[in-house]
């Protein structure tokens, strides 16, 4: 035999081995094997459910929200405006001095009363005793 002829045969040789390992490496993909693999993917029907870009056009791009009010904006707004706790702080006082000033008012439209009840009082005296008021 030439040495071509051998090389060839010891090439088919080595060739037919290395596809024998080859083939047993390789597991054939069945009809049920891909019927378990495409059992957990997505149907149409699943993906109705979720927004299209139509959907997502009418909502607020970056670019419209630009328009708002950031945070910055708000907090230099509302700079001036006193926290909670000063807030909370001087409506204390304010309601102390109500609450003074309401019981200063029921002391005095008691006093009132004394005082309207003395002048009838006084102007009685004046007519029993025949004497001239002093104030007309």
Known sequence: MSK??????DFGTVLNGVMKQITKKIRLVTKDDLK??????ATKKDLERFATKDDLRRFATK???RRFATKDDLTNAFSHL???EEFYKKMDEVMGELLTARE????????KHQVNDHEDRIELIEEKLAIQPLMA
Not at 36 to 41: C, E, S, T
């Open 4 to 9: 071509a002829g051998r090389l060839d045969r």
């Open 36 to 41: 378990k693999a495409i059992r957990d993917l």
């Open 104 to 111: 200063e008012n029921i002391i005095l439209s008691g006093m």
């Open 63 to 65: 670019d419209d929200l």
């Open 82 to 84: 006193p926290s909670k």
